[in-house]
């Protein structure tokens, strides 16, 4: 064998050893593009926590290994696909070159980041394993919210029915909406109201998950007072005695027998026609002469808050003249006597007055 020929041996050995070079520097080359990008952090939500944030930003660093990363894939969508990953079919996008991304005026709705580094190879794109990331929950709606009191009590402790659609924090108060000392969210609670009679408004915010709050309100109506009544009548000599109540607010269960008299016979009981609930009348007949009293027990009547009425009582003088006379005491014979007495004394009057008048005019002529 020559020299040329060893020669030529010896240049086929470095080809083929340069070959296997580049071919394991190639292989080494891939080996280093199968990994994660790393570090990957998104502000500022957090994973399956929900936010009123409609922003999402993401960062992460390169994936390990020593190959330079010529750029990124990524895609945030509201479908959950395990096992994606990028590919020279799905990356139509152009890529970015930075190692964050940020979205932004998103609407409500859960969703998911994938990413993923690719790089040129032989003038072909190669690309990293995709990384996925989510669910990241966007709520902008506040809950939805429904508060029942009572319209009106006679009690400073209420109960307060809630129903709270998507809420799961509350604050109650008295003096104003809060959005501090927060409390789990309950379907009802004994509420203590401010004392004092009159209109007390309660104070309510609620919140979700998401950190969305509402304010709403409620009022009642605090009446711890009993109800109470001005007793008037019409002239006290004079049979019936009319008899006007009027109760200072709308009464329940209230008849003439609610009510006592003394010296007196109760009869046409009858609720007023305009105010029915707050003014009564009715007659009483003396039985004689003297002081007549009018009772109402406590407890007779309620207001519309259940409170009873205390005791109320009022008195007349009862004063006798010729025509009174009591007309449950006269029976058809005496009603017939009345008469004729009546007209008896008509006549007589009539007399007297008609022999003045001719004495007059005789004086006049002499």
Known sequence: MDNSDINKGKSNDKKIYFLLITIVAGMMIISNVSAEIQNLVSFP??????????????NWDEPDGHTPVDGYYVKLSTEYEPGFEFNEMNT??????????SYQNLEDGSYYFYVAAYYFIDMEEVYDSTK???PYIV???????DLTVPERTKSEVISIL???????KMCISNLGFCN??????????QWQLL????EKTIYATFMDNAGNSVNTYETTFLDMSPPTATIYSSSSDITPVHITIRFNEAVSNFDLSDITVNNGNKVNFIPDETFPDTIFTFDIFP???GSVSIFIQPDSVVDSVGNGNKQIVYSFLFQVSVENISVPAINELGALMFVLILISSSILVMRRTRDANCSKVIKTHY
């Open 45 to 58: 939500h957090i994973i399956n926590e929900a936010s009123s944030e409609t922003q999402i930003d993401f």
């Open 92 to 101: 139509l996008e152009n890529p970015i070159n930075t190692s964050s991304m």
């Open 132 to 134: 996925m990331s989510g």
């Open 139 to 145: 709520d902008t709606r506040p809950p939805l919210i």
């Open 162 to 168: 809630i129903n709270a659609t998507g809420a799961n």
């Open 180 to 189: 501090d000392n927060l409390i789990d969210i309950e379907e009802s609670l």
């Open 195 to 198: 004392p004092g009679y009159g």
């Open 287 to 289: 039985e004689k002469k």
